[in-house]
């Protein structure tokens, strides 16, 4: 069982910066793959990036890519999205994520979420 905290958020104005947070719990936060989604108001959950458990691999969303950044501190239990050149349309509900295999896989959803933190940006 993993539980998971998101830190971080706040109100930003576009093109400034965030560096959300994700603290876990338990002893084998290596042996988790991560991950960040969002979810805007009217709108879908969706994948915004993830990193492998040993930290070798990283996927972002298209809109995301260029711009944020993804890492985990595996000695901290903690894995971090720095996100950069924020726009209005990232504004969003994000939520931290783990799934218990080497790599988040694409169209399954993770095994374990956070509450979510809110990042609003503003024009």
């Known amino acids: 069982q993993v539980q998971l905290v998101e830190s971080g958020g706040g109100l930003v104005q576009a093109g400034g910066s965030l560096r959300l947070s994700c603290a876990a719990s338990?002893?084998?936060?290596?042996?988790?793959?991560m991950g960040w989604f969002r979810q805007a108001p009217g709108k879908e959950r969706e994948f915004v990036a993830a990193?492998?458990?040993?930290?070798?691999?990283?996927r972002y969303a298209v809109s995301v890519s260029g711009r944020f950044v993804i890492s985990r501190a595996n000695a901290q239990n903690t894995v971090y999205p720095q996100m950069n050149n924020l726009k209005p349309e990232d504004t969003a509900v994000y939520y931290c994520?783990?799934?218990?295999?080497?790599?988040?896989?694409?169209?399954?959803?993770?095994?374990?979420w956070g509450q979510g933190t809110q990042v609003t940006v503003s024009s």
């Open positions: 990193i492998s458990w040993r930290g070798a691999t990283t």
């Open positions: 338990g002893r084998t936060f290596s042996s988790y793959a």
């Open positions: 994520a783990a799934a218990n295999s080497p790599t988040i896989r694409i169209g399954v959803d993770p095994d374990y």
